[in-house]
């Protein structure tokens, strides 16, 4: 069976004020055509279809265009969750319609998906809360799927009856999926974890969130699950949110992060990108291989001191999105962003990196770059009124406001 696992396409999303929709089909499309390549059997999107709750129309089009694409009308399963960025009621919405073409949606943490049969042969044989079992066209194995959206703390409270997401959310995901897979999931079947939450190992170094991601671990109580909470019938967790390609753990099986298809903010200027495939059979470890995405702008980190070398620089690297540092002695001058901007059309901001801090204060006329990320204000205006930068744990204070949605 070869299954291929992506994850947080975050389609509608911009880069300040670029619209990335073209980007964003064409990377889609070449995602299209790996499935097609590499005939697999079926697709894991792992969470964080779109970028806000509310995504604009081009991104929704866009979104079921490409998962009825990659469903070849029933021959091939596509089964996506929700993650934190996604409403929950939303993404299950179309999903009477979209089972007709072989597609699954899980928006909630105890979703449960109706069993049905196409004509293709595809079926869901039997479902539970949070997991189901399917046949594929042309496999003689059954594919068991524990599924486990994004969950805040009203979702866990209302779908798991967690009361205490601090303490309570590691052993109630371990029950679950512990009973899951000691009744569904023996050894004459492929069993696959897919899911959208924070998971480490217990007592390891903490994955990195991406820039500009609604931090998991600060909304709502949703705390990070470790490893040696998955059951050990499981062969691959597929996982979704942080968006470089990670493999947490492999062992007693590969749990993995596939990544973004784009790099969505400069923190993940110059990673490659990636989709996984895996090779799986019921009883044995599973191969996979990372696919490597080449559409899609880089976005890339450039410091000068001299203007003319990075114009130079930028006549060099037209494609790029570009986020510039320019180290000087006193601003920019109006003149020196127009030669700038007149090179290339993509710089998403310019950061004036003065040699001098003392003409921050001493600057009467308040020039402030206003093209600066939020984030990027944010910490001059703190250091301007306070004389140091923002600690971490504010930073993280600052970062859940912004990212706050009304759900409930």
């Known amino acids: 069976m070869r299954i291929l696992h992506t994850s947080d396409w975050h389609l509608g999303k911009r880069l300040e004020s670029f619209f990335r929709l073209e980007e964003q089909k064409a990377v889609l499309e ?29 991104a929704v089009d866009l979104f079921y265009k490409t998962v009825k694409k990659l469903a070849k009308d029933g021959q091939r399963a596509v089964i996506a969750i929700a993650g934190n960025h996604d409403s929950p009621a939303s993404i299950e919405a179309p999903d009477p319609l979209a089972r007709e073409c072989g597609i699954i949606f899980a928006g909630y943490p105890h979703s449960k998906v109706a069993p049905f049969k196409l004509d293709t042969g595809l079926e869901v044989l039997q479902s539970d809360n949070g997991f189901i079992e399917m046949k594929l066209p042309g ?82 109580g949703a705390q990070e699950v470790y490893t040696e909470n998955i059951p050990e019938q499981i062969q691959y967790t597929a996982l979704g949110h942080l968006h470089r390609r990670q493999t947490v753990d492999s062992d007693p099986s590969p749990t993995i992060y596939s990544g973004s298809p784009l790099a969505y903010s400069f923190s993940e200027a110059g990673q490659d990108k990636y989709v996984v495939m895996m090779d799986v059979e019921p009883g044995q470890p599973v191969k996979h291989t990372p696919v490597k995405l080449i559409k899609g702008r880089p ?37 020196e962003r127009k030669q700038l901007s007149n090179v290339h059309d993509s710089i998403v901001t310019i950061i004036p990196e003065l040699k001098d801090k003392s003409l921050l204060d001493n600057n009467a006329s308040g020039n402030i770059d206003l093209s600066q990320n939020i984030k ?26 912004l990212a706050e949605d009304t759900e409930e």
């Not at 390549?37 to 509310?54: I, M, P, R, S, W």
């Open 30 to 58: 070449e995602i299209c055509a790996i499935a097609e390549k590499e005939q697999a059997d079926a697709v894991l999107v792992a969470g964080d279809l779109f970028d806000t709750y509310n995504p604009p129309t081009e």
């Open 299 to 335: 976005l890339l980190r450039k410091r000068f001191e001299e203007i003319e070398k990075a114009v130079n620089w930028l006549k060099e690297n037209p494609e790029a999105l570009v986020e510039l540092t320019i180290i000087t002695d006193q601003f920019l001058t109006s003149k």
């Open 139 to 220: 496999q003689k194995h059954p594919l068991r799927l524990l599924l486990t959206p994004y969950a805040n703390e009203y979702r866990l409270k209302k779908f798991l009856g967690i009361e205490n997401p601090e303490e309570e959310l590691r052993k109630t995901l371990a029950d679950q999926w512990k009973n899951l897979a000691d009744q569904y999931c023996d050894k004459q079947g492929v069993n696959i974890l897919i899911s959208h939450l924070y998971f480490m190992q217990k007592g390891g170094e903490k994955p990195e969130e991406p820039e500009a991601e609604k931090p998991i671990l600060h909304m709502g």
């Open 376 to 401: 990027s204000l944010f910490k001059q205006y703190f250091e301007h009124k306070h004389g140091q930068e923002p600690n971490k744990q504010l930073m993280e204070l600052f970062k859940e406001v």
